[in-house]
């Protein structure tokens, strides 16, 4: 039997139609369609079955069947002799039988046993999320301990610090303990991060924020003993950016205080160069953040490995070299790219691309009035651009490049007195000016007047000016610090703040009075040996603030918190002192309803930070 | 090297003289087994003619496995240089001691055996050392009804049936290479659980629990039609660790009252065990082509596919053996057996030969190039 010249045309053009294939193709489709259906051609029935296999696409799958199935129903309308109707069907059913009904069978077995195959993998799934959950309490507890006895050390260590009382080799020996407690608190920060990476507990919170305050503030987390080594040359260059930028500012933070880390550790002498640099593509910004520096540098192999764990620690011992580890992972979780180029012997730079949305920078410096003197050799292109931006935001600058110009000003001008006064000049020039304000104030000139030296470069003891700045002052900056000289009129009344801090340990409870009394000699600070304590204490006593430890034997904080809280103290700001650093423990915190968190080892800015901030609910 | 595959109805097809014929049958088609032995034998006097029992076949025409009994008997005919192989029948490890081994020479190895059990496994670990080389590869006979006739496998050599037998069919690396790989389509998942109580190849606890609830715990019901198509391998391994070269063992059946699984292989207390997960298509394709990377030209191959494999895929099973062909120009035979060793695809290091269930194990013998 064989096909009719107008059934063949008539299925080579649905070929060519279904399959997209040419006439050529089409017609040696139909060739073995004919051979299949009307000779029983086994082969072909292999053929297609193996197609259908390795094409492994239900759509194609479907698109054949339909295929067959059309063709099938097309021949039997059109074909004229029931003996040919015969030889259809018998085709027809082989095809089906042998293509089909053997597939469906084996199909039914493999469903069943990929229900038994999810059954496993969600079970799997629980018991890993069981374990991680141990393992995330196993850290909680580690990080708590080992926090709090950072936070005895610390406290005590900055206390002696501050007290100035130990001289000669007794404060070279404290030099080293703090050296050595900055280390230790370094690499518990490290194995806690790596281990939040690894468990997926790292948490990316990000907001619009400022990148050149950013920047200082990761200098200033390098010790200013390192910075200062007399055989290396610390250079900080920037680009002007007149935007903010999206993003987990800590975190950023944290890989470029590594590069800065790294860079001071393995460089004796030459130069470190922080620098920044950024283009805009529409919507989009896109910053390079470059540490370079003439120190050790590396080796193919060693630049091959400088991302693995424990990289530093195979090189030299130095550390556990988890630093650059934890980088990578924080760029790849920031969605940024970090790069490494090193010449051994010569010098390496790591640099650290990060793309966001960003804003253009708002200052609400509108009608205030700046004097900016900038001797010429401390001018360059992103001081020219501040002081334009600064312009563009209302603020009314007056510009001064000859010291004589300067001091003519400051001791003629009546009116029109700038509210910020900034400095730019040689290191012999400022020793000059502290002298001149010190005259100026004396005798009740500019007392409004903020005078800042900025792009110092140096530390210099200078005693007069408001505020120094080694390099360019954050813009941010002008904004706090004309806020803050409005805020000092008040400065007596700050000081009467009832406090009640409850801790288990007695050296916490010793280190914060210790810490308040520092910054708020007249505040009246209680302490509570735990959870029972305390509750009788509130009961007799209403606290402008309270600093509760979350692990206490007997009773936990978040127990005092609900107590406290049913017995109406709500309204008391109560903050979370504690070590667990874990996400789960923030959360919490926020559940049970506490103001915010303050992490162990005690951070004093950070405490102050808030006293300052319950001072000013209060006065309000 | 000449080489053929032929059954029972095509011996005429046999064009040159081959000096080893591999031939299995099915259980039941003993005796046609014989008659073509008798014939061969009466053709090839000088061939030595060896085989084993099998509880089905596959062939190199399609549908190259046996939807229908139509291959009782396949044979592969080869004609290797007489002085290049010679054949070792042995029933425990210390009669390997007469071993014909010449020092500094090389050796592949082909093993037939007639049992599978933890003694096999125990020879497996010392065969590489005895023999000289880690190319040990080869399978366990089958018969058709696994419960019944399980003391009752056969491999065949120069006329003689035996059971509880090995034939060590060792070859001179010099001449002919022989290079094989196992392949499986499943991956292990969970945590390890270790077998705290068992005996011979029943499993009573994992994690000192009763086994089966172990696995229902972990899996849901095991489904008796699945488990009858043995879909729920359990992978071995000795300790804790190295999952991804871990053999695997079928699960044959459970026991519901007693809490216990029943595995096609035996097992020791203290091993580890891991569920089976069956891998995508491209995956398992992926895997097998593996197999491809080892074949050199003109090779004649022995495809070992376990009964589970041809439980498991049905008349699917025929398409991984026509992507075989398709790659392939080589010619083959092959049966379903009740073990098979080689390495394991998923290994990363090949020097592990072990015993396999559940795999697609392909023997591939070729002249060796460099001679």
Known sequence: MKLETFQREYLISKVREQFNRSTEEATQTIKELEALLLDQDETIIY??????????????????????????????????SDEEKEVLQIGNRKIFDFLFIESCSYAKQIEKQSITAQNILKNVSSQLNSLLQTQERMIANLSHDMRTSLNAIMGYLN??????????????????????????????????????????????????????????????????????????DFQFHSTFMPYRIYGDKIHIMEILINFLTNAFKYTKKGFIDLSMDYTI???????????????????????????????????????????????????????????????????????????????????????????????????????????????????????????????????????????????????????????LIYYLKNNHFFDNTLFIAENMHEYISLKYFDN?????????????????????????????????????????????????????????????????????????????????????????????????????????????FTADVYKSTYEKTEEYGFTGVLEKPLNPEKLYTILNKIQKIKKT | MKQTSVTSTSFDTIDFTPTVIIGFYRKGEKKLFIDDYEILKKRFPQADIIGCSSRSNISNTRPYIESNQQFPCVYLCLNMKKDAFHFKLFSKEDELVSLEIKEGKKYEAILLSSFSSLELEDILT???????????FGAVASVENYVSS??????????????????????????????????????????????????????????????LQVLEALAGRLDDSVIKHFGYPLFLQNEEKGWESAPLGSLLSVNRKENTVFLHRNIKDGNYIKMGIMVDRDTQLKRLRELYTLAPESSAALLFFCVGIEKNLNMMEYL????????????????????????????????????????????????????
């Not at chain 1, 990000?206 to 200082?216: S, T």
């Not at chain 2, 992507?323 to 990363?348: N, Q, V």
Request: with cysteine.
């Open chain 1, 468 to 576: 120094l700045y080694e390099y360019c002052a954050p813009l941010s900056h002008y904004e706090i610090l004309l806020n803050d000289i409005n805020d000092d009129v008040d400065k007596v009344e700050k000081l009467d703040i009832s406090v009640l801090v409850i801790d288990d340990m007695e050296t916490n409870l010793e280190i914060f009075k210790l810490f308040i009394q520092k910054e708020y000699p007249h505040a009246k600070i209680d302490l509570a040996g735990g959870g029972y304590e305390a509750l009788g204490m509130c009961k007799v006593k209403t606290y402008d603030v309270v600093f509760l430890d979350l692990k206490m034997p007997g009773m936990s904080g978040f127990e005092v918190i609900q107590k406290l809280k049913k017995h109406g103290s709500f309204l008391m700001p109560i903050y979370a």
């Open chain 1, 281 to 435: 593509d529409e919507d989009e910004i896109s910053v390079v953040f470059s540490v370079a520096d003439s120190g050790i540098g590396m080796t193919k192999e060693q630049v091959d490995g400088i991302f693995s764990p424990y990289s530093r620690y195979e090189i030299d011992e130095k550390g556990l070299g988890l630093g650059m580890y934890i980088s990578k992972h924080l760029s790849e979780k920031l969605g940024g790219t970090l790069n490494v180029q090193s010449i051994y012997k010569e010098g390496s730079t790591f640099s650290f691309t990060y793309t966001s949305r960003y804003s253009p920078k708002k200052l609400s410096l509108e009608g205030k009035h700046f004097c900016f003197y900038v001797e010429e050799n401390k001018m360059n292109e992103y001081v020219k651009e501040k002081m334009h931006f600064l312009e563009t935001s209302g603020v009314k600058i007056k510009y001064y490049n000859k010291e004589s110009e300067l001091i003519n000003y400051l001791l003629s001008t009546q009116e029109d007195v700038p509210d910020l006064i900034s400095i730019m000049a040689e290191a012999n020039s400022y020793t000059k000016f502290d002298a």
């Open chain 2, 150 to 211: 399980k003391n009752s496998l056969e491999i065949f050599y120069n006329g003689i049936f035996y059971e509880q037998h090995m034939l060590l069919w060792i070859i001179d690396a010099q001449k002919y290479t022989v290079d094989a790989m196992s392949m499986h389509l499943f991956r292990p998942e969970g945590q390890p659980l270790q077998i705290t109580r068992c005996k011979g190849s029943k499993i009573y606890e994992l994690d000192n629990k009763p086994a």
């Open chain 2, 126 to 136: 010392k065969l590489p050392a005895i023999v000289g080389t880690q190319h040990i």
């Open chain 1, 159 to 232: 206390i002696l610090e501050d007290n100035k009382s130990l001289h000669g080799e007794e404060k070279f020996y404290l030099q080293k303990a703090m050296s050595g407690a900055v280390s230790l608190q370094a690499l518990v920060k490290d194995i806690l991060d790596l281990t939040k990476l690894n468990s997926g507990q790292l948490e990316i919170k990000k907001e619009f924020f400022d990148i050149d305050k950013m920047l200082i503030e990761c200098i200033d987390h390098i010790p200013s003993i390192m910075r200062e080594e007399q055989n290396i």
């Open chain 2, 320 to 371: 991984y053996i026509e992507d075989i062909k398709r790659h392939l120009d080589i010619t083959f035979i092959g049966f379903h057996s009740f073990g098979e060793i080689g390495y394991p695809a998923t290994g990363k290091v090949q020097n592990d030969t072990l015993l396999h269930n559940q795999t697609m194990t392909m023997i591939l013998i070729s002249d060796n190039v460099v001679s």
């Open chain 1, 47 to 80: 053929n297609l079955q193996y197609k259908i296999f390795i094409n492994n696409n239900s759509e194609y799958t479907r698109t054949l069947v339909n295929f067959l199935f059309e063709s099938f129903v097309y021949l039997y309308e059109t074909v004229k």
